[in-house]
């Protein structure tokens, strides 16, 4: 047996898309994700929300003025964008092309809109949609976290319901019960992806014959 040795295709990185309802702790398990796959990338969106106390410019978000967002909508610059909850959200173009030509695997962090425009365009990005316990375990949820008027609560419980109805539309789907074994489950998925792009690229490579 022979191997036809060709030119080294150049590899191509995965995009990975994870989307949840609010409250549903997908913040936390990608950032747990990340620190543990250091190969991947996040892709820091566009906001036009003000910053959480907790939050830094360049690395959770880049904040801008809604005219200033608006802006980059009229020239093209988002790959996807959206109005969630009174504000927008968008991913830059020109920094996930950037990152998938350089063989780069990046993440996304965004809501159903978004994903629905990134799925069109990007159509093997692999997309992970990360479902709540339960209702009841979603709103004890967003109660701790939130606080304030329960009619703020309702609305965000209003949202996570019409994002739930899209989850059928993704690849894979993980119930957040345990953040340990949601984590695990996680990495798992997005291991077996790179190994799946992986695979594909030493077939091109390598022909036998």
């Known amino acids: 047996m022979e191997f036809k040795h060709q030119m080294p295709e150049k590899k191509k990185g995965v ?29 820091v969106s566009f906001t036009t929300r003000p910053p959480r106390p ?9 904040f801008l003025s809604t005219s200033s967002f608006q802006k980059m909508v009229k020239k093209g610059e988002f790959l996807e964008w959206a109005k969630v909850l009174g504000n927008y959200y968008g991913t830059a173009r020109a920094n996930i092309e950037d990152l998938e030509s350089k063989g780069i695997d990046v993440i996304l962090d965004i ?4 994903a629905k425009k990134v799925m069109e365009e990007i159509d093997d990005a692999i997309s992970i949609f990360l479902l709540p316990p339960s209702p009841k375990a979603l709103k004890e949820r967003l109660l701790k976290r939130e606080g304030g008027p329960l009619e703020r609560i309702k609305f965000r419980l209003n949202n996570a319901e019409r994002e739930i109805k899209q989850a059928k539309k993704y690849r ?23 190994c ?14």
């Not at 809501?111 to 978004?114: H, N």
């Not at 799946?196 to 014959?209: A, F, T, V």
Request: no cysteine; net charge positive.
């Open 54 to 62: 907790n939050e830094k410019e360049g690395k959770d978000y880049r």
């Open 15 to 43: 995009v990975f898309i994870i989307s949840a309802p609010s409250g549903t702790g997908k913040t936390t398990l990608v950032k747990k994700v990340m620190a543990q796959l250091p190969k991947l990338q996040f892709s």
């Open 111 to 114: 809501d159903t809109q978004g």
């Open 196 to 209: 799946r792009r992986d695979k594909n690229s030493i077939l091109k490579e390598k022909i036998m014959k």
């Open 172 to 194: 894979y789907i993980i119930v957040n019960e345990n953040i340990d074994e949601t984590l695990e489950k996680l990495k798992a998925i997005i291991i077996a992806e790179q």
